[in-house]
């Protein structure tokens, strides 16, 4: 049940895509988080992927939003996949994106749970201009992240991909 | 948890929530919101200055809060913002959908 | 290999015991951290712990503290147990201290590897007026936490489990 | 990784680092210290205002620099301690060993 890898991707659902590849990091992260679905916690998440991103090389404001990002990530899972319910695992994990022995160059950000299994492309924010409460989080993760895509893990739960790079491509 | 200070100075409600507006804590602003406008105030003044960040869900609570605001007539202003609160405002395009002032005095006068 | 429980304490060596018990929360710990032995990674871990800590109800220099305590036991881990390497894991572990439906009164920290096993006796600090670099950390950690004790796990690397009450007892 | 400023008046240095001192970077620290203790300078001022961290891998450099200075007759003193940072040489009991000054001004007149 617990995600040690993050496996090649079936039933993948992009999101705008970047024309160049980012060089996505494979194996263990070297930090992971496994926490239950409580809105207690997320304070801790944020802070931890703020902290880790700026030791890969982000400024304060790029922190903060992709502190946003995975809030607006884990409140999905606790909200949409979990229904609220305060005993389901979520795990974070986090990859600097670097050559060996160079600075980083960016970041990836892994959300996984075992909580409801939905079509990856009916995961999307409401229309901006049709305002009204809710409706905003896979928006905010789009926009902050240089890629971000959900899929199917291979027996249960949701996997969010999010990769943020220095240049943003 | 979410500590807020409310003052009413003659129809007019200065609103202040002190701390990270998340998940944790989104209903808790909305009860106040709402127990604020329920008694149709001339306007409601959210002063976000003593708050270092918020989510999706603070910022639902707010578009809910002006929805109820037009309906009966009351004006909703933000103040305040800092930055990281700022920048959400901005992404998910709603800066010019709130009245946004810099701070209390301002939102007053606006 | 991987802890998934603090299990019941063999060859544990008690800092300073309080009188009074404290209730030790078993079972999976609702938020886990699981790092590779990096410095890189100690401002994430530090910044998780304090924000978790804020949620326990502690105010901010007492999270401040605990950030401390859980930095200067990370360092202990890479520098003694894992001699620098920087592919060993650590796990920390957090609990709110909390009877159920009620308010958290304290937390409770445990931080695990698979370095080095020691006798939990031989950890201790410099006296603190023989005045030299370094020497410091576990008395730090003892000064912070109401109470703290290193254990051999079963089978490899080292056990710390730290408790602070809000009422420091 | 770590910033650090210095500043060299009349053979009396100040030496700003500007973050977090930690075990990622308390080596660096030391690095900076040591180069400047070499030239014997009559007063080396390390100014913590810009430090909101320190473990005690930063505090080890600190006692280094303390042992050098002495043995050449440097005057080391430190100033600017943010609350943690305080904290920690207080848990320490170095508070007292250390000569500790509110700002550079103050330091300079100590
Ligand atoms: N982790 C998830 N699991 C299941 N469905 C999700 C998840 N995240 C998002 N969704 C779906 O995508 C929709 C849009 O999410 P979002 O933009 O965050 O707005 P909101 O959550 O306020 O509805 C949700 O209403 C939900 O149907
Ligand atoms: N995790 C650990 N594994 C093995 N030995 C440890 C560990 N933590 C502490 N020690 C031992 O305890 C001693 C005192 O630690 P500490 O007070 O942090 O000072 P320092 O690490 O600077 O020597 C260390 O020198 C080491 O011998």
Same mark, same amino acid.
């Given at each position: 049940m617990e995600p040690r890898h993050v496996s090649s991707q079936a039933e993948r659902a992009s999101?705008?895509?970047?024309?160049?590849?980012?060089?996505?990091?494979?194996?263990?992260?070297?930090?992971?988080?496994?926490?239950?679905?409580?809105?207690?916690?997320l304070s801790?998440?944020?802070?931890?992927?703020s902290a880790v991103s700026k030791r890969c090389g982000f400024d304060d404001a790029a922190c903060g939003q992709m502190a946003l990002a995975v809030d607006e990530a884990l409140c999905n899972v606790i909200r949409h996949g979990y229904d609220r319910r305060p005993d389901g695992k979520i795990w974070i994990s986090l990859w600097p994106i670097?050559?060996?022995?160079?600075?980083?160059?960016g970041i990836k950000i892994v959300i996984e749970d075992e909580a409801r299994q939905v079509e990856p492309e009916k995961i999307k924010s409401r229309d901006l201009d049709d305002i009204r409460p809710g409706g905003l989080g896979v928006h905010i993760i789009q926009q902050i992240m240089s890629r971000s895509y959900f899929e199917k893990r291979e027996k249960v739960g949701m996997r969010l991909v999010m990769l943020k790079m220095h240049n943003n491509r | 948890m979410l500590e807020v200070n409310t003052q009413n100075a003659g129809g007019s409600i200065v609103m202040t929530?002190?701390? /990270?507006? /998340?998940?944790?804590c989104s209903r808790e602003l909305q009860g106040h919101i709402k127990r604020a406008l329920e008694g149709k105030p001339k306007s409601l003044v959210v002063n976000l200055e003593k708050v270092p960040y918020m989510d999706s869900s603070g910022v639902a609570t707010l578009v809910e809060a002006m929805q109820i605001a037009r309906k009966q007539g009351t004006r909703l202003v933000?103040?305040?913002?800092? /930055?990281?609160?700022?920048?959400?405002?901005?992404?998910?395009?709603? /800066?010019?959908?709130?009245?946004?002032?810099?701070?209390v005095q301002a939102a007053a006068a606006s």
């Open positions: 999101s705008p895509a970047s024309t160049v590849p980012i060089p996505e990091p494979t194996g263990p992260a070297p930090v992971r988080v496994e926490m239950l679905s409580q809105p207690r916690f801790g998440a944020r802070d931890l992927v670097e050559e060996s022995g160079k600075e980083p160059t | 929530p002190v701390g /990270d507006v /998340d998940l944790s933000l103040c305040g913002l800092q /930055d990281k609160v700022r920048s959400i405002f901005e992404i998910a395009r709603l /800066d010019r959908v709130f009245t946004i002032a810099s701070d």
